[in-house]
């Protein structure tokens, strides 16, 4: 293993006065002058970010060469793995400081750096857009009650849905996520090291390295309709932006409204696109408001064994006692996608959530209705997150009393 | 921000020649002579593994330090936050090599260690267990067809599951984890640090350091009946281990059979529970075969458009060609929760995976009987994945011969 590498280990490195042969021109006008993003450890001389491809999947990479499975050396062979579709380029990803979390040209790396990757230069792509379809059982349940109705093209006589989606990598464009977060890059550096216990010196040492790839979760982009009438804002666009919630999403937990309100947001995309228009679901990988499902569960025990049971009323108190903070999920950097997909006007945002929207605002869409959750899908347990919710500035008709808090009590331990 | 940070940054550590105040024994016989996991950045000096809790979230939780959300000094208070049920202690916690990749006591750390963190010690649980209620349609659609009986404790008359559920953060024993795989510690480490391209040079500088907090997704445990019945050898159990697939888990993406298997080994979990056995879900965050989704998308495209269509006969090669390797699973490793939980004997192994029931014969656990999915539950695309993985190993009445291979052609892209 490891056969590739000197002998002497290079514990970080630093600045090299020489310039190097593929320096990154972050927002500029194509790929070519841009730069390819080179994560890739096959050639460490070419490498131009901090990081490497795959985020947490690095890890496994690294299992797969300890254990003789993969070659170090090996580099992808990305022949048919192309785009089903083209996506922009829009004018959004060269605007100063729109796109800071993904790379624009992610997914053309094949078509635009094709030359360089023949020539043995390991450039990867950080999007990948493929085609799908999707049978669910509450949409097929939705067709039964004639809710929905098949047109053949969008949604199919057996249920199945028809839609193109992309899986998105993080690229953090350093001093654009300092901005975005209104503090100096080299803090921004100097916490990110800090807190993940020392991961990456190279977030210190190397200044010059403007462009780090997190080992984090990344984003799929489900779209229903026609992608390039996203970026038409006379098209009417159903979206709902999804945080992940593993309990909820996979397994229907009944203690929060997450896999109901995301099969709203499918059902919605589909009647869009269904009537001319398109639909776009986001779902982003940030389990448990990005604390983690392990905070998640120690929150949860703490919620239904405090006294007076959980109450909406503590419902955020109990997040914070346990995580120190409320919300990691820093909506911030969520409309970097929507940007990416060209969209600057979202006619249903299929969402309550005022982080989301406030975050949209600011950074230049426009959402023009915001359709809440029917009671009649709230599960009987997530009356509890559903008012606290509301209480903190969730979109909805009517804000709850504070005697409205202190009646929403969810279930105990001991009768779930 | 970062206000509990020396002006200086020290990029990484090497060891000191005192003696710890927390030196890690692995394998001890309890808590308190193993000592506590402690991978919290408020006091480094305190500190006796590398990388730091919450997997990949710890990089959210930079993030909110850095735009001041978030006190870099905030340690959680864990009132009322214990597990719902014991589990253990088993013999298998302390048998040598049996659990290298999560921490057996990773749950009781306010019990086993209320002293020290009363006195300040910042030590957090890995591990967290909680109970809830889940609603499935598919479930529901069983109930509504007569194959699913409610029966009050278990499945209700609404249709409401009771589970009690574990979200288990990885926890790894370098020196383990290098045995499981059958290489050198030494040669992990720095293969660990060459292959994330420079993550954590502690994997190098501090041999003595052996616990390593890698930052990739965890583990979720969903136990239907009692979970104590688990280690009981004689009480039935039914038992499917998941691997995520959020494209097929959550949207119901028809080339693959992995939500419709994870219903039926929650469907037979329901069902052993009711029969007075118990029944298990373990779900791994493992996306795309532990190569991520970026990935998986470039290989469906690779699939669909080679020379042929997409063929059973091919299926391995394609991902092989794309990521270098069929596979970065590794389900070595996948065994350490089934001994967290006591678990010696599965009477019914709801997978068909060669790999995985491999993993857990190596490992010394008896799989009475192994059940594949049934004909009538595989999606229309998902037959290539199916008779591939069935010609390479796949347990099933039969494998497929060469002609049925070639014969196995999925949709092409066109007719998505």
Redesign the interface.
């Known amino acids: ?2 056969s590739n ?1 000197p002998r002497h ?5 630093h600045p090299e006065p020489q310039a190097h042969r593929w320096p990154l021109r972050w927002g500029a006008a194509g790929p070519a002058e841009r730069g390819p993003v080179i ?1 890739s ?1 096959t050639r460490p001389s070419d ?1 131009n970010v ?3 491809h ?19 050396l ?11 579709t083209e996506i922009g380029p829009y004018p959004q990803w060269t605007e100063p400081g729109k796109i800071v979390s993904l790379d624009p040209w992610g997914h053309v790396t094949g078509e635009a750096f094709g030359q360089a990757i023949g020539e043995g230069i390991d450039i990867r ?15 097929n ?1 939705l067709v039964g009650q004639g809710e929905l109705a098949p047109d053949g093209q969008v949604l199919h006589g057996n249920g ?1 849905v ?1 839609v193109t ?5 993080p690229v953090w464009w350093l001093p654009g996520i300092a901005e975005r ?3 100096a890059e080299h ?2 550096r ?13 977030l ?2 190397r200044p010059d390295l403007s462009v780090f ?6 984003i ?1 982009a ?1 779209i229903f309709g026609d992608p390039r009438a996203l970026a038409d804002r006379h098209t009417r666009l159903a979206c709902r932006v999804h945080d992940e919630c ?2 909820s ?7 929060c409204t997450c896999r109901p309100y ?1 099969i709203q947001g ?1 059902e919605e995309g589909i009647r869009a696109a269904q009537g001319g228009g398109v639909g776009l679901v986001v ?1 982003n990988r ?3 408001r ?13 919620r ?3 006294e007076g049971g959980d109450q909406a009323a503590t419902y955020f108190e109990r997040t914070e ?5 409320q919300d ?3 909506q911030q950097l969520m409309p970097d996608v929507l940007h990416w997909l060209g969209v600057t006007r979202i006619h249903r945002l299929i969402s309550m959530s005022n982080l989301k929207y406030d975050a949209m605002v600011e950074q230049g869409i426009e959402v023009l209705e915001r359709v809440p959750i029917p009671p009649d899908r709230i ?1 009987p ?1 997530a009356a509890v997150e559903m008012e606290a919710k509301k209480a903190a500035g969730y979109f909805a008709p009517e804000a709850p009393s504070p005697a409205d808090l202190a009646r929403t009590v969810g ?1 105990p ?1 001991e009768s ?1």
């Open positions: 293993m490891s590498a280990i290079r514990l970080t490195s994560g450890v490498r901090i990081g490497t795959g985020g947490s999947y690095s890890l496994y990479r690294a299992l797969a060469v300890s254990a003789g499975a993969l070659s170090p090996q580099r992808p062979d990305l022949a048919n793995t192309h785009p089903v792509p950080t999007i990948a857009i493929t085609r799908a379809r999707l049978n669910m059982a509450e949409l349940a199945d028809s989606k992309a899986a998105i990598d977060f209104g503090v803090d921004l100097r916490t990110l090291f800090e807190q993940t216990g020392g991961m990456y010196p190279e210190v040492t790839l997190p080992p984090i979760g990344g799929t489900y593993n309990g999403d996979v397994f229907g937990s009944d203690i995301l499918i779902y940030k389990e448990g990005a604390l983690g499902e392990v905070t998640k569960f120690l929150v949860y025990n703490a239904k064994r405090q006692c346990v995580a120190g903070v990691a999920r820093f599960p347990d279930r331990l779930m």
